[in-house]
């Protein structure tokens, strides 16, 4: 249609296919990508030429005109494509646990363990002293006993697959007993009356919203409830007028009537962290000492680690999931269960700073202060472009669903620049390399150092002296 308006000989001046894949982007794209993809790509950016030709009317674009056009069309469709691909950014948020983000950074020793030891040949199943196949990464489970005073303890792909292999396995054709102040959602897709419902549970109803007390429970057994659930509502808080039992209660409520009792604790805690300002966060240790028999959490959240499911209980219990056809379906592989090695090891010697959540909870406003002033001071010793920055109050999250009740003060970077908006100012640093993730308030572009590793400080002021 279009067509009838280009002359024959503006199309004889496109380059071929052939001749864009020797230009230096041609050979580059095939060289990262394939020399398939990189066909692909020139085809499809000379259909958007030959189109555009078409309604060029009457002038006659020359044979280089074409050319360069074409490499610059292939060269951004490459960029544009990649963009999807898994990439490091940095994350200036002042979330620490940003689901959105992967959560919680691994510490330089898990990753360094991770890389080392969980990406080759390793000892994954096997045992060095009888030549035979072992135990899977029996190391990772003692930690999780010392760590938790549990008898035993067994990782999965997330604490959702962990909630739902406990209630699949112990709770199918049963009456689960849960609170109408946990039936909570905690973000995305994880509904906890859904996840008993897709177990095979049914559900029995205690309570209510902000009141739920013993004798609530005891009737629920009455009429037949099996399992207690209880679900630490993570992402929010009930304040005023409220009630649930304390945890040991249930737990002798439970085991007088031989009622298994059930924690998802999610986030949870390996360490008291009221000295780093998070207070209500539910200590793993102190779930197991009350006598609850099952317990799940996370191992990307609070604890610091690698994107994983932990059930730590009793020991009866743990082997029969252990044993079960299902953990062969959601148990982790090798890397994971190095960088968790190398995480809890970081607990067990009671250096937790070594971990970045913890790391990063533990800065004080005055030191993130003195970060901010000493950041701008060394960007601003060889820096005379359009951007300039204030210091100004703040607060930093926890993220990930923890302590919701919790916000850390801090200082943030507050970036101005002498023409441009807050938003576009945004879009340039989401879209550099590496990406740098800011937040806007007030119109006002802010930086949180709180969530940026120090080694990410250099590569922070690169992407902001290339600001135009
Ligand atoms: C976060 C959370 C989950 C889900 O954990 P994932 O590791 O994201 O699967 C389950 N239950 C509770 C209480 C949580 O806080």
Known sequence: ????????SAY?????????????????????????????LARSVLGAVRD????????????????????????????????????????????????????????SLAKKKAFDH?????????????????????????????????????????????????LSVFAAGCEVAISRGEMVEIGGDFRVPDVLTQSGASLLEVGTTNRTKLPDYAEAIEKGASVILRVHPSNYRII?????????????????????LYEDIGSGALIDLAKYGVKDEPLIADSIAAGVDLVTFSGDKLL????????????????????????????????????????????????????????????????IRERAEAFVSRFMSTYSGPLSFDLVDGNSAVGGGAAPGVSLETVLLSVSHTSRSAES????????DPPVIARIDDGRLLLDLRTVEPTDEEPLMKVLTAIS
């Open 1 to 8: 249609m279009a067509n009838s308006s280009g002359s024959p």
């Open 425 to 432: 100012l945004e879009l340039s640093l989401r879209t550099a």
């Open 118 to 166: 969980g990406s080759g040949y390793c000892t994954l199943e096997y045992d060095l002293d009888t030549g035979k196949r072992g135990k899977r990464a029996p190391r990772c489970e003692r930690l999780l006993i010392e760590l938790t005073g549990a008898e035993d303890a067994l990782i999965v792909n997330n604490c959702a697959a962990a909630a739902f292999f406990v």
């Open 12 to 40: 004889k001046n496109l380059p071929s296919v052939d001749e864009l894949l020797r230009s230096q982007v041609g050979v580059d794209i095939a060289n990262a990508a394939g020399h398939g993809h990189a066909a692909d």
């Open 304 to 367: 610091g680690g690698p994107q994983a499911g932990i059930i730590a209980g009793r020991g009866d219990l743990i082997d029969r999931l252990r044993s079960h056809p299902l953990y062969r379906a959601l148990r982790v592989g090798k890397l994971v269960y190095s960088a968790l090695e190398s995480t809890l090891h970081s607990y067990r010697k009671g250096a937790p700073e070594e971990l970045p959540v913890i790391a990063m909870l533990a800065l004080g406003k005055q030191q």
């Open 52 to 107: 555009k030709i078409s309604g060029v009317g009457a002038t006659n674009p020359s044979k280089q005109l074409l050319f360069d056009e074409a490499v610059r069309g292939m060269a951004k469709a490459y960029t544009a494509a990649e963009a999807d691909r898994l990439q490091k950014v940095i994350n200036c948020t002042g979330v620490i646990i940003h689901t959105n983000l992967g959560r919680a950074p691994l510490s």
């Open 240 to 260: 005023g007028f409220t009630s649930v039992p304390a945890l040991a209660e249930l737990s002798e409520l439970a085991h007088k009537h031989n009622v298994l």
